[in-house]
């Protein structure tokens, strides 16, 4: 089983930098494909970046070039880094796990709790 755990959240003006890390349990960690998904208030849950267990990533469009996503299997984390922010970046940010070899996250196995992510115009 693998417990996930979000931090780094907060709130930040448009234009600003903000990290997420993700920490996890379990001694698996390292066969897992992981993700940042986010859900804004009234919408969808949306992938933003995945990372597969050999580190290929994938990105949202709407935040390819702003967003990276980063995994450090020695310590069970998974990073998000988010610069150049925007209002509609707005939303709940969860860490997921899924034991899939891929990084489209179709059907993950565990989610964290969230860390609210808000930023102002």
Same mark, same amino acid.
């Given at each position: 089983?693998?417990?996930?755990?979000?931090?780094?959240?907060?709130?930040?003006?448009?234009?600003?930098?903000?990290?997420l890390?993700?920490?996890?349990?379990?001694?698996?960690?390292?066969?897992?494909?992981?993700?940042?998904?986010?859900?804004? %208030? &009234?919408?969808?849950?949306? $992938?933003?970046?995945a990372?597969?267990? @050999?580190?290929? #990533?994938?990105?949202?469009? +709407?935040v390819?070039?702003?967003?990276t996503?980063?995994r450090?299997?020695a310590k069970?984390m998974?990073?998000l880094?988010?610069n150049?922010l925007?209002?509609?970046?707005?939303?709940?940010?969860?860490?997921?796990?899924? %034991? &899939?070899?891929?990084?489209? $996250?179709?059907d993950?196995?565990?989610? @964290?709790q969230? #860390?609210?992510?808000?930023? +102002?115009?």
């Amino acid at each position: 089983q693998v417990q996930l755990v979000e931090s780094g959240g907060g709130l930040v003006q448009a234009g600003g930098s903000l990290r997420l890390s993700c920490a996890a349990s379990g001694r698996t960690f390292s066969m897992y494909a992981m993700g940042w998904f986010r859900q804004a %208030r &009234g919408k969808e849950r949306e $992938l933003v970046a995945a990372i597969s267990s @050999g580190g290929r #990533t994938n990105y949202a469009d +709407s935040v390819k070039g702003r967003f990276t996503i980063s995994r450090d299997n020695a310590k069970k984390m998974v990073y998000l880094q988010m610069n150049s922010l925007k209002p509609e970046d707005t939303a709940v940010y969860h860490c997921a796990a899924d %034991r &899939g070899s891929g990084t489209a $996250l179709r059907d993950v196995d565990y989610w @964290g709790q969230g #860390t609210q992510v808000t930023v +102002s115009s």
